[in-house]
């Protein structure tokens, strides 16, 4: 295994560490946010090898010396619909402080779920 | 043309989104969605003439672009797909929805029919995330204080178990070079077994989340049990969203043959049958225990499966479509009394034939299908799901069935009894009523046609054999016996047990959620990697 894979394995993890321990909605966003960019940076990372070049521009005279565009595409998309989904969070999160005042999720549980049927 | 069935539905409901919002545009809708229908029969019976429709994206072949294939099973789907989503517009007819419920709901049809034709890793990613964002905000549409704290629950924990699954992508990628399925499929065969663990793994991870298995259900009750989330979309929750989970699982079984682990889905489709079950038994909320009654379903469906056994498998397919029929009618059926009696709760429901004999006879055909009486469509597929099972998973799985007749009985429990005048309810609409027979009379039609409508949509050819029919009428009518006893001295009245107020109170919060998915990839993991 290279360092490109490790290092977004490791990155993954504590993401899913802070998931699973963090109290604060914030937070679980940032730790949701640094899962996805640890997927992006191993996806990117695993088609890499050093002195390749661009596809972009080049003679494609030698293919071996031009890094594979696909991967990188499908991260663009990738990154749009991270962006897309943590926007729809912060919006959904905007509406649950001004209501509750408060980013913790237990706190926040308990005041959504109480006598709910007058919602 | 395949590429048409994923989009004429958006560009429809764009088009009324944008130039009408009276009703006469849901009538135009509803006629469109019925002549899509036919475009959809059309596909089956081209798929059961070519054996297969492919269209190139693009009219880039080969492998350079994307591609969307559909064989029998895909078209099958596909139609179902779309009978349902006519039944439920034709049930949101009368429903005051704002027009953005009519635009999000016909996205959502087209993306379903895009996951159910897909054969592309990438693809499938795209379209699940785009559908996870499509039903949170279907969801959270009222802005009720619920819908947007469980809303934001399911849009977060859905993204976590889909970065799992890109991260599967990027593996297959690395190992073969293509994001197509198929071809992928051929290039896995000749790999080494150990390399294929950890993408197995994290896809399966993602698969199980979406298809609301033990331990990752928790979001599918949470969502559906919303009050004031409108019933046309609990209802496609658990009829298609979660099959379309379901669907990827089976394709992904066959992608990843060499390490595929049919046993560990066999135990964990019992167990997730078992405890959904024990759940749904316990609930006094209508439409929670409809939601856990689907994750037993879904149990059932992955443990037939997993099995091994050309019998059991189509069985399965069979009772996915069934299932989706009938767990469609019961949740409009809730929906309705939700809006006769302005309450969920079952204790204070009753005498529903007094007050409205043809939605009485709707619930009791739903129940015969959910619950495998003869002549219904739950009795075809359960018969061949148990036919290819041995002794041991055949028992778990008669019990599996006297559980979901219990269940049926609280639901049936309704129907009986004194109506309160007290409600002062909404009469129902009729296009309602006629959407939920239609699904009543579906049921029905697939338990006399069984045999014919599984050779249409699967082309097999299986007999149910006269001494097995008797046979499981005997079991069945035993289950209903000690059901029926069970219920009258166990569970009947308003009996409020300890254990069951504590299993209602079993809520896994964000933290619980991201902890049972970490937990379910370390524990395939550990099942795959170590113990073959």
Same mark, same amino acid.
């Given at each position: 295994m290279r360092m490109m894979e490790i290092v977004p394995i490791v990155v993954f993890f504590m993401g899913m560490f802070g998931l699973m321990t963090s109290k604060n909605i914030i937070k679980s966003i940032a730790c949701l946010v640094l899962l996805e960019m640890a997927v992006i940076v191993f996806i990117l990372g695993l088609a890499f090898r050093t002195g390749i070049l661009p596809p972009?521009?080049?003679?494609?005279?030698?293919?071996?010396?031009?890094?594979?565009p696909l991967p990188q595409a499908l991260m663009i998309t990738a990154i749009i619909i991270g962006l897309a989904v943590t926007a729809i969070d912060f919006t959904m999160i905007i509406n649950l402080v001004r209501r509750y005042k408060s980013t913790d999720w237990d706190e926040v549980k308990a005041m959504s779920t109480e006598n709910f049927d007058e919602c | 043309m395949l590429t048409y069935f994923v989009l004429t539905p958006i560009v429809i409901a764009v088009f009324l989104y944008l130039f009408s919002s009276n009703k006469t545009s849901r009538i135009i809708a509803i006629v469109l969605q019925a002549v899509f229908t036919g475009f959809a029969v059309y596909l089956l019976l081209q798929t059961r003439q070519l054996g297969e429709v492919i269209t190139f994206v693009g009219n880039y072949? $080969?492998?350079l672009g994307v591609v969307l294939r559909a064989d029998m099973m895909a078209a099958a789907f596909v139609l179902l797909t779309t009978v349902l989503f006519l039944v439920v517009s034709i049930y949101s007819?009368?429903?005051?929805?704002?027009k953005l419920f009519w635009l999000l709901m016909f996205i959502w049809e087209g993306i379903l029919i895009g996951i159910f034709l897909s054969r592309d890793f990438f693809n499938v990613f795209v379209l699940a995330e785009v559908a996870t964002v499509v039903v949170a905000v279907l969801i959270m549409y009222d802005k009720g204080k619920r819908s947007m704290f469980d809303g934001l629950v399911f849009l977060m924990a859905n993204t976590v178990a889909i970065q799992f699954y890109l991260f599967g992508i990027g593996y297959i990628y690395f190992l073969? $070079?293509?994001?197509?399925m198929q071809v992928a499929a051929a290039f896995i065969a000749n790999l080494d077994r150990e390399v294929l663990i950890l993408p197995y793994a994290l896809l399966m991870t993602a698969i199980a989340f979406k298809a609301a298995i033990?331990?990752?259900?928790?979001w599918l009750p949470k969502v559906q049990g919303?009050?004031?989330?409108?019933s046309a979309v609990a209802a496609l929750l658990s009829g298609l969203h979660v099959k379309s989970a379901i669907y990827l699982f089976i394709r992904f079984q066959d992608v990843f043959a060499p390490v595929a682990s049919t046993e560990f889905f066999l135990i964990i489709g019992l167990i997730t049958a078992v405890v959904g079950v024990i759940m749904a038994v316990s609930q006094v909320d209508i439409k929670l225990l409809l939601a856990y009654s689907s994750t037993a379903q879904v149990g059932l469906i992955i443990a037939g499966l997993s099995i091994g056994d050309a019998y059991s498998y189509i069985g399965s397919l069979y009772h996915m479509i069934n299932h989706a029929l009938f767990k469609v009618a019961l949740f409009l059926i809730a929906g309705v009394l939700e809006d006769m009696y302005?309450?969920?709760d079952m204790r204070k429901i009753n005498g529903i034939f007094k007050k409205d004999k043809y939605i009485g006879i709707a619930i009791v055909l739903a129940i015969l299908g959910i619950t495998g009486a003869?002549?219904?469509?739950g009795n075809v597929s359960k018969y061949f799901i148990m036919s290819g099972a041995d002794t041991v998973v055949n028992t778990v799985m008669i019990l599996i069935n006297l559980g979901t007749i219990l269940v049926s009985i609280r639901f049936a429990a309704?129907?009986? $009894?004194?109506?309160?005048?007290s409600f002062v309810g909404k009469k129902t609409a009729k296009s309602s009523d006629i959407s939920i027979y239609f699904l009543g009379v579906l049921c029905f039609v697939g338990g006399i046609f069984g045999e014919e409508i599984m050779s249409f949509l699967f082309n097999v050819h299986f007999q149910m054999s006269f001494y097995g029919f008797i046979e499981k009428l005997i079991i069945l009518t035993a289950s209903w016996i000690v059901g029926l006893l069970v219920y009258r001295?166990?569970?009947? $009245?308003?009996?409020?047990y300890k254990i069951f107020r504590r299993i209602r109170a079993i809520d896994l919060n964000f933290r619980g959620i991201c902890f049972s998915i970490g937990a379910f990839f370390v524990v395939i993991l550990a099942v795959v990697g170590f113990l073959y």
């Amino acid at each position: 295994m290279r360092m490109m894979e490790i290092v977004p394995i490791v990155v993954f993890f504590m993401g899913m560490f802070g998931l699973m321990t963090s109290k604060n909605i914030i937070k679980s966003i940032a730790c949701l946010v640094l899962l996805e960019m640890a997927v992006i940076v191993f996806i990117l990372g695993l088609a890499f090898r050093t002195g390749i070049l661009p596809p972009v521009g080049q003679s494609l005279e030698n293919v071996y010396s031009v890094a594979d565009p696909l991967p990188q595409a499908l991260m663009i998309t990738a990154i749009i619909i991270g962006l897309a989904v943590t926007a729809i969070d912060f919006t959904m999160i905007i509406n649950l402080v001004r209501r509750y005042k408060s980013t913790d999720w237990d706190e926040v549980k308990a005041m959504s779920t109480e006598n709910f049927d007058e919602c | 043309m395949l590429t048409y069935f994923v989009l004429t539905p958006i560009v429809i409901a764009v088009f009324l989104y944008l130039f009408s919002s009276n009703k006469t545009s849901r009538i135009i809708a509803i006629v469109l969605q019925a002549v899509f229908t036919g475009f959809a029969v059309y596909l089956l019976l081209q798929t059961r003439q070519l054996g297969e429709v492919i269209t190139f994206v693009g009219n880039y072949e $080969g492998l350079l672009g994307v591609v969307l294939r559909a064989d029998m099973m895909a078209a099958a789907f596909v139609l179902l797909t779309t009978v349902l989503f006519l039944v439920v517009s034709i049930y949101s007819l009368h429903e005051d929805n704002s027009k953005l419920f009519w635009l999000l709901m016909f996205i959502w049809e087209g993306i379903l029919i895009g996951i159910f034709l897909s054969r592309d890793f990438f693809n499938v990613f795209v379209l699940a995330e785009v559908a996870t964002v499509v039903v949170a905000v279907l969801i959270m549409y009222d802005k009720g204080k619920r819908s947007m704290f469980d809303g934001l629950v399911f849009l977060m924990a859905n993204t976590v178990a889909i970065q799992f699954y890109l991260f599967g992508i990027g593996y297959i990628y690395f190992l073969t $070079g293509v994001l197509d399925m198929q071809v992928a499929a051929a290039f896995i065969a000749n790999l080494d077994r150990e390399v294929l663990i950890l993408p197995y793994a994290l896809l399966m991870t993602a698969i199980a989340f979406k298809a609301a298995i033990i331990p990752l259900y928790s979001w599918l009750p949470k969502v559906q049990g919303i009050p004031r989330a409108p019933s046309a979309v609990a209802a496609l929750l658990s009829g298609l969203h979660v099959k379309s989970a379901i669907y990827l699982f089976i394709r992904f079984q066959d992608v990843f043959a060499p390490v595929a682990s049919t046993e560990f889905f066999l135990i964990i489709g019992l167990i997730t049958a078992v405890v959904g079950v024990i759940m749904a038994v316990s609930q006094v909320d209508i439409k929670l225990l409809l939601a856990y009654s689907s994750t037993a379903q879904v149990g059932l469906i992955i443990a037939g499966l997993s099995i091994g056994d050309a019998y059991s498998y189509i069985g399965s397919l069979y009772h996915m479509i069934n299932h989706a029929l009938f767990k469609v009618a019961l949740f409009l059926i809730a929906g309705v009394l939700e809006d006769m009696y302005g309450t969920r709760d079952m204790r204070k429901i009753n005498g529903i034939f007094k007050k409205d004999k043809y939605i009485g006879i709707a619930i009791v055909l739903a129940i015969l299908g959910i619950t495998g009486a003869p002549l219904f469509n739950g009795n075809v597929s359960k018969y061949f799901i148990m036919s290819g099972a041995d002794t041991v998973v055949n028992t778990v799985m008669i019990l599996i069935n006297l559980g979901t007749i219990l269940v049926s009985i609280r639901f049936a429990a309704m129907l009986f $009894g004194q109506a309160d005048e007290s409600f002062v309810g909404k009469k129902t609409a009729k296009s309602s009523d006629i959407s939920i027979y239609f699904l009543g009379v579906l049921c029905f039609v697939g338990g006399i046609f069984g045999e014919e409508i599984m050779s249409f949509l699967f082309n097999v050819h299986f007999q149910m054999s006269f001494y097995g029919f008797i046979e499981k009428l005997i079991i069945l009518t035993a289950s209903w016996i000690v059901g029926l006893l069970v219920y009258r001295y166990v569970l009947r $009245g308003d009996r409020n047990y300890k254990i069951f107020r504590r299993i209602r109170a079993i809520d896994l919060n964000f933290r619980g959620i991201c902890f049972s998915i970490g937990a379910f990839f370390v524990v395939i993991l550990a099942v795959v990697g170590f113990l073959y």
